[in-house]
Nanobody
Framework: QLQASGGGSVQAGGSLRLSCEAS????????MAWFRQVAGKDRVFVAG????????KYADSVKGRFTISRDNARNTVYLQMNSLKPEDTAVYYC??????????????????WGQGTQVTVSS
């Protein structure tokens, strides 16, 4: 199971750090990613980190502002979000992809999903 936390309400320009902790398994063999979804719209890829080598991939809309990282010893993946904008408002989901050779942005490639955590950025 994946448990996402850390969402909240901030003003534009602020920061939040999301966490996704796994239970019942170890994330070391999983590529991990964050997606986000606005009501009425599709869930979209935000950032991902490979299970081996630690390479990362970001959506263009968050490059330079968001950073994904992982701590396998803590079985946790993080999303540091800086310089937040109102358009970052969404429900954020973490996901796990077993031994994916590269980070992928397609949500159907992911095997496990956490529940969402709401991020609201006000102007």
């Amino acid at each position: 199971q994946l448990q996402a936390s850390g969402g909240g309400s901030v003003q534009a320009g602020g920061s939040l750090r999301l966490s996704c902790e796994a239970s019942g398994g170890n994330i070391a063999s999983y590529g991990m990613a964050w997606f986000r979804q606005v009501a009425g719209k599709d869930r979209v890829f935000v950032a991902g980190i490979a299970w081996r080598g630690g390479s990362t991939k970001y959506a263009d809309s968050v490059k330079g502002r968001f950073t994904i990282s992982r701590d396998n010893a803590r079985n946790t993946v993080y999303l540091q979000m800086n310089s937040l904008k109102p358009e970052d408002t969404a429900v954020y989901y973490c996901a796990a992809d077993y031994r994916a050779p590269v980070v992928v942005a397609e949500m159907w490639e992911y095997d496990y999903w956490g529940q969402g955590t709401q991020v609201t950025v006000s102007s």
